[in-house]
């Protein structure tokens, strides 16, 4: 069983920054890749930003140029920095990786989920 923490959420107001934190209790280093989803109140889970194992990155294009995502392997943390945050930035915020399993010797993936952190950005 692998956890997912975020941390970091909060109220900011409009122009603000933030910095989320997700921490894994296992290694990072080969999972590829990780990403961060965002929840606004009453709509659908959607991507936010995701970064490969070799620290390629993708945005959506909501967030281009506001948002940073990045990894430290040796802390199994993945990070979202956010600037220039919008009201419509806010909403409850999860990381997401998939970690791999032996069951005798079947690998498998399995999905993972944080239990989310909120941001709420005050116009």
């Known amino acids: 069983q692998v956890q997912l923490v975020e941390s970091g959420g909060g109220l900011v107001q409009a122009g603000g920054s933030l910095r989320l934190s997700c921490v894994a209790s296992?290694?990072?280093?080969?999972?590829?890749?990780m990403k961060w989803y965002r929840q606004p109140p009453g709509k659908q889970r959607e991507l936010v930003a995701s970064i490969t194992k070799g620290g390629r990155t993708n945005y959506a294009d909501s967030v281009k140029g506001r948002f940073t995502i990045s990894r430290d392997a040796a802390k199994n943390t993945m990070y979202l920095q956010m600037k220039s945050l919008k009201p419509e930035d806010t909403g409850a915020y999860y990381c997401?990786?998939?970690?791999?399993?032996?069951?005798?010797?079947?690998?498998?993936?399995?999905?993972?989920w944080g239990q989310g952190t909120q941001v709420t950005v005050s116009s």
């Open positions: 296992r290694n990072i280093s080969a999972i590829d890749p």
């Open positions: 997401n990786a998939q970690f791999g399993r032996y069951s005798g010797t079947r690998y498998s993936l399995d999905d993972y």
